[in-house]
């Protein structure tokens, strides 16, 4: 079926309006496609504030205003309707307010209440006149003048106290202390001289023993080579058993000594008993006498001779020699 150019006119035409309607509507902040509220304010004076124009709550948009209007014939004061298209509830003691920015367009603040009764469709909410730019800025300022009036009023208690404190004998201690200072200074620059300063001198000297070391690491590795490998030879000597031998030979040593204290052995009794001592020191002495007889006089003791005769001489009653028994028993 084909389409006249009527027909297509008529629908062209439709539509055009159509959109025209609804951007009039939005421009105006009322938006046709969604149920809106209704509320409005009385003002005594609006400023610039005009048609479409935002209204906010914590900055954020809620509405426009869709309509102002004087609220009588002698204009006492300016009706203004603001279109809500935002589901918010307002508290029915919240309070509209003009804002004007320095920079940007008027638009009307709603400071919230707290009440629990909300805002109905066609109600009207409180307003209040605004500073304006004047009493923005004087609202803004107020704070940082406040802060400043007591940072000035600190600053004038610390220099009061600062001067007080500053007397003449003070200001004296502290042009002391500020000469010591230099002095200190100039003494840390002579001490971190690059050249002539001791730390300098310290680190040349440092540098000097590590080249030392650096030039003698194989005599000192081979020192450390000899110092390990004496080490190891002493752990392989088995240094336990040894102590174990030698605590062995101790304990038999003090045995001895304990049986020679307590006169028990010969030992013992030689050192202790007096007569067994001179009997076998009698003894000894006999039997050197006996055997010097007999090589002074041996036909006396063998008895075989075919020519010569018997030996009739004397006895001998005291050693040949002089380094004998009897010579040692008179020391």
């Given at each position: 079926?084909?389409?006249?150019?009527?027909?297509?006119?008529?629908?062209?035409?439709?539509?055009?309006?159509?959109?025209?309607?609804?951007?009039?509507?939005?421009?105006?902040?009322?938006?046709?496609?969604?149920?809106?509220?209704?509320?409005?304010a009385v003002f005594n004076e609006v400023g610039s504030l005009e048609k479409s124009n935002d209204v906010k709550i914590k900055g954020?948009?809620?509405?426009?205003?869709?309509?102002?209007?004087?609220?009588?014939?002698?204009?006492?004061?300016?009706?203004?309707?603001?279109?809500?298209?935002?589901?918010?509830?307002?508290?029915?003691?919240?309070?509209?307010?003009?804002?004007?920015?320095?920079?940007?367009?008027?638009?009307?603040?709603?400071?919230?209440?707290?009440?629990?009764?909300?805002?109905?469709?066609?109600?009207?909410?409180?307003?209040?006149?605004?500073?304006?730019?004047?009493?923005?800025?004087?609202?803004?300022?107020?704070?940082?003048l406040e802060k400043a009036r007591t940072a000035i009023d600190t600053l004038t208690t610390v220099l009061t106290s600062v001067n007080k404190l500053f007397d003449p004998t003070t200001k004296g201690n502290i042009q002391g202390i500020i000469s010591n200072l230099l002095v200190s200074s100039a003494s840390l620059k002579q001490l971190l001289d690059a050249e002539t300063g001791l730390l300098a001198k310290s680190v040349t000297n440092l540098n000097a023993i590590t080249g030392n070391l650096k030039n003698n690491n194989d005599t000192i590795n081979t020192i450390l080579h000899n110092v390990n490998t004496t080490t190891q030879n002493l752990a392989a000597l088995n240094l336990g058993r040894t102590l174990d031998s030698l605590q062995s030979t101790v304990s038999q040593l003090n045995d001895v000594v304990y049986k020679i204290n307590h006169n028990n052995g010969t030992l013992g009794l030689?050192?202790?008993?007096?007569?067994?001592?001179?009997?076998?020191?009698?003894?000894?002495?006999?039997?050197?006498?006996?055997?010097?007889?007999?090589?002074?006089?041996?036909?006396?003791?063998?008895?075989?001779?075919?020519?010569g005769k018997k030996d009739k001489g004397d006895y001998l009653t005291s050693p040949a020699k002089k380094d004998t028994v009897a010579s040692s028993s008179k020391r």
């Open positions: 079926m084909k389409i006249s150019n009527e027909t297509k006119v008529g629908v062209l035409t439709i539509v055009a309006i159509t959109l025209l309607i609804l951007g009039f509507n939005f421009l105006k902040g009322n938006n046709v496609l969604h149920k809106s509220k209704k509320i409005y954020n948009s809620i509405g426009k205003v869709y309509d102002k209007d004087f609220t009588d014939n002698s204009a006492s004061g300016i009706l203004i309707t603001i279109n809500l298209t935002s589901a918010v509830n307002i508290p029915n003691n919240s309070i509209a307010v003009i804002a004007s920015p320095i920079a940007g367009t008027p638009y009307v603040n709603v400071q919230l209440g707290d009440s629990k009764v909300f805002l109905k469709n066609g109600d009207t909410i409180e307003t209040k006149l605004a500073g304006g730019i004047l009493g923005d800025l004087t609202s803004q300022v107020n704070p940082t030689l050192m202790s008993d007096r007569q067994l001592y001179d009997n076998l020191r009698n003894t000894a002495l006999a039997m050197e006498i006996l055997i010097d007889d007999i090589k002074v006089h041996p036909k006396r003791y063998v008895n075989v001779s075919v020519f």
